[in-house]
């Protein structure tokens, strides 16, 4: 395409932010914060050996709760182990099923080989309980990953129960060495202090989908404290990993630049309109700040209630003392520079169904609640919203006709955002889109990498009750 289209004008991150403004984030009685962050989550790399992942069942302490939680792990930590490996490196694992469902592991975000990609029923088929699966693929793109369970029907309860982490690909140069994951979830406790097993129920499946009741930032209480030199800069990956929960997030009296979204570098960093920036369940951030002035704190809050702070970074002791220098972006993974909508292959995809709130609770079949392209999941599997040839640039119409905001994972590729007029896109690539409740949102990507990928719900009640479907690249 001789003349890509281009975003012009100034990077505005929050029209994806915009996205999501339809969507109140009102305080949930009882919601108080829950993560303390002076506790690195740990880290693990792969790249020959094979690394033994179990999921299984653990107890961990959370500040205000008096008996241990019962959750479900990934090697008995909450959020599961932070693993690092180098782009263009092999990560090699395996998986150990000691839960009493089926699992899978699904590799959020990442764009690899098919057979991985961990959705059961499409993909591969589930890990039985007791069983074990050897993983392994290359890390194609540099960025911030989630993993975490992909059996539809299981895939709400056991992300709730704790079985999600990290993959953070590092470029083969770190640009920062200050590196910090912040992981955000919500969890759902009963009077008892237990994982409220609620799951399947109208309320949770075909309305807004399970909203905890406590906050939590690297599975403890908020706020976080970190102290750093005043002038340090800090890469900051932060990822909402809540079954439904959209999180906006607010950034006072902090400098900060966003360098990449949803694992892919941006097209140049920018600075946050009003210093806010939202995450949809699923979606990842990755920001650099400036650790401020001695003795001085500034903050991540998220905008809930009067705003819950998540992390605190002050500035303590001697100053840096390199002058300041402008946010470099990040070297670019493989995607194209242009995408030819001229010939792209157009596809409209209604988003419908759900429970009407004022109307009974009843929720009929659970399994067919919530249709994309007119199918329910359990339908749609037999066959795909649609097939193209890879190399094929694709553009999706997505229309949300649900009373309710809705949000889709595209799976092993990564889209732009279409302007209204196909006039230019938003200068960030997404994996995880939302859609207003309400109306229409186009992204565009190229189809190069073969194979079945489902298009999900992000909101993980949604989809088990539903709301996804697939489609092939040849």
């Keep these: 395409m001789s003349n890509p289209l281009r975003y012009n004008g100034n990077p505005l991150f929050p029209s994806r932010r915009s996205l999501l403004a339809s969507l109140a984030l009102a305080a949930v009685p009882g919601l108080s914060p829950a993560v303390r962050a002076d506790e690195a989550a740990p880290s693990a790399s792969s790249t020959e050996s094979p690394l033994t992942l179990t999921a299984g069942e653990s107890a961990h302490a959370l500040d205000g709760v008096p008996a241990p939680v019962r959750l479900w792990t990934y090697d008995g930590r909450f959020p599961g182990p932070l693993l690092r490996v180098r782009r263009g490196t092999a990560l090699n694992l395996r998986l150990r099923n000691t839960l009493p469902q089926p699992t899978s592991l699904h590799w959020y975000g990442l764009r690899i080989a098919n057979a991985m990609d961990g959705v059961a029923g499409l993909t591969g088929p589930a890990l039985a309980a007791g069983e074990s699966a050897d993983i392994g693929f290359t890390a194609r793109d540099a960025g911030t990953y989630v993993y975490r369970p992909l059996v539809p029907e299981h895939a709400a309860e056991q992300t709730e129960r704790g079985l999600a982490g990290i993959l953070v690909v590092d470029e083969d140069t770190p640009p920062y060495a200050d590196d ?12 008892n202090g237990q994982v409220r097993d609620s799951f399947g129920s109208p309320a949770e499946i075909g309305l807004a989908g399970r909203l905890g009741n406590r906050l939590l930032i690297n599975g403890r209480t908020a706020p976080e404290q970190l102290s750093r030199p005043p002038g340090r800069r800090l890469r900051l990956r932060i990822a909402n990993i809540a079954n439904a929960r959209p999180l906006t997030l607010r950034f006072e009296n902090l400098t900060t630049h966003v360098i990449a979204a949803d694992g892919q570098p941006v097209d140049s960093p920018f600075r946050p309109v009003r210093d806010s920036i939202a995450l949809a369940p699923g979606g990842r951030v990755d920001v650099v700040v400036d650790t401020p002035e001695d003795g001085v704190s500034g903050k991540v809050v998220a905008a809930l209630g009067s705003g819950l702070p998540l992390l605190a970074l002050t500035g303590a002791g001697t100053p ?26 157009r596809f409209d995809l209604i988003i419908d169904g759900g429970l ?82 309400g109306q229409t949102v186009r992204v565009a990507f190229l189809a190069d990498n073969p194979g079945r990928w489902m298009i999900g719900s992000a909101v993980l009640d949604r989809l088990g009750a539903g709301l996804a479907g697939w489609f092939e690249v040849g």
Excluded: C, K, Y
């Excluded at 910090?180 to 009077?191: F, H, K, N, Q």
């Excluded at 840096?320 to 292959?345: C, K, W, Y």
């Excluded at 199918?375 to 795909?384: F, G, N, Q």
């Design 320 to 345: 840096e003392t390199h002058a300041p220098e402008p946010v470099a972006g990040l070297p670019p993974n493989d995607l194209p520079e242009s995408l030819d909508l001229a010939r792209a292959r």
């Design 180 to 191: 910090v994951a912040l992981v955000l979830d919500d969890i759902a406790l009963d009077d």
């Design 356 to 437: 009407d709130p004022a109307a009974s609770e009843s929720a009929g079949d659970p399994t067919r609640i919530w249709r994309l392209g007119g199918l329910s999941w359990r339908d749609a599997v037999a066959r795909p919203l649609f097939r193209v040839p890879g190399g094929t640039p694709v553009v999706m119409a997505l229309e949300n006709r649900t009373a309710f905001l809705q949000v889709l994972h595209l799976h092993g590729h990564h889209a732009r955002q279409l302007h209204r007029l196909d006039d230019g896109w938003e200068p960030f690539w997404l994996d995880t889109i939302a859609v207003p409740a």
